[in-house]
């Protein structure tokens, strides 16, 4: 239903054309493959491969095109790195068509656009640190490390020939130390901490 309603607001705009609609990550690196693309718009909560994850495959891959955060996460859960490196545009998704479209012809023309209701938290906020404190094991990095690459608990069981059952002890050791409860704030906050 979020898809209908994500084409219905972009069909009112002549000056846009649709190319693909995508139900999860997989689905969306397989039509950039496929179909000329200038400007992805990605919801941070994705099945498969999320948001962040996707973007940093496509500036990587694909670098030529744009990206755009279409998402109900305020970035304060997330903290702005994703945005300022992987994308260019962040739109909530209780805003309006047209705020979804100068996203969409800021990014386009390579400029940034932050949502209104976000200019005073973007690009600049500040954001906790964490300690050196933190102790995680080694297998708990390593399975942070697969995560970021965007596997799921089974292929990391499989990975690591350990069960999922383990895995998912495992996933919920981390999110209990790092202080988060989703995989889209997990991605951000790791990025400061040495996993080596």
Do not use: W
């Not at 805003?95 to 023309?109: N, P, R």
Request: hydrophobic fraction near 45%; include cysteine.
């Amino acid at each position: 239903m979020f898809l209908d309603g994500v084409r219905n607001a972009l069909s009112a705009f002549e000056d846009i054309e649709l190319v693909a609609l995508c139900t999860d990550g997989d689905a969306v690196l397989d039509s950039v493959k496929k179909v000329p693309v200038d400007v992805a718009v990605l919801d941070i909560n994705m099945p498969l491969q999320n948001g962040i994850a996707l973007a940093k495959i496509i500036r990587n891959e694909y670098s030529h095109i744009k990206v755009v955060f279409l998402t109900m996460y305020h970035p304060s859960t997330l903290g702005n790195e994703g945005i300022n490196n992987f994308a260019l545009g962040y739109v909530l998704k209780n805003s309006g068509s047209q705020v979804l479209y100068a996203a969409i012809q800021s990014a386009f023309k390579g400029q940034r656009y932050t949502d209104p209701k976000l200019k005073d938290v973007l690009p600049n906020e500040k954001h906790e640190v964490f300690p050196d404190a933190i102790k995680l094991s080694q297998r708990e990095k390593e399975i942070i490390k697969l995560i970021i690459e965007g596997k799921g608990s089974k292929e990391i069981a499989d990975l690591l020939f350990l069960s999922e059952l383990t895995i998912s002890t495992h996933r919920k050791n981390i999110n209990r130390k790092l202080g988060v409860s989703n995989l889209a704030t997990l991605m951000i906050r790791v990025r400061g901490l040495d996993l080596d």
